[in-house]
């Protein structure tokens, strides 16, 4: 195996802290929201840190996967991720939905592309068959 990229970020404080990155590109105020118990401050929280990463690490994906198949995508494809944070008798857990939209696709090749995507996405196989992830192809009316 070879280590291609390493991010470093540290919080201090836990869910209501702060976080950065090393190199100092991320410098966030961290909230817990009201749902949750928190006074939903002005800050950002883990569930939305997590959505963002996920969502440009699958929307990658699908562009890795639509190159291989030669098909263009046009410049407003999306993947909009919605975590849940989620609790039930054993405790506290996640789960994912991801919305995909790629426009000029039919609905075959669209699926296609989002189901080969989750296969090669590494934040798909860092979570598969640990929290369920739904996958959403969102076609135009």
């Known amino acids: 195996m070879k280590t291609l990229y390493e991010g470093v970020s540290t919080t201090v404080g836990g869910r209501a802290g702060h976080a950065t990155t090393d190199d100092g590109k991320l410098d966030l105020k ?3 929201p009201k749902a949750m118990g928190g006074d ?3 800050g950002t929280n883990s569930e939305q840190l997590f959505g963002c990463a996920y969502s440009a690490c699958f929307g990658s ?3 890795v996967i639509a190159k291989k198949k030669r098909i ?3 410049d407003d494809f999306s993947v909009t991720a919605t975590i849940g944070f989620c609790e039930d008798e054993d405790g506290a857990f996640l789960e994912a939905t991801l919305d995909c ?3 000029g696709v039919d609905v075959e090749t669209g699926e296609d592309i989002i189901k080969k995507a989750h296969k ?3 934040f798909s196989k860092a979570t598969r068959d640990n929290i369920t992830v739904n ?3 969102l076609l135009d009316e």
């Open 61 to 63: 994906a699908i562009a």
């Open 101 to 103: 939209y790629i426009p």
């Open 72 to 74: 263009e995508l046009s």
């Open 120 to 122: 090669i996405c590494p």
């Open 30 to 32: 961290l909230s817990v």
């Open 40 to 42: 939903d401050g002005p």
């Open 135 to 137: 996958l959403n192809l």
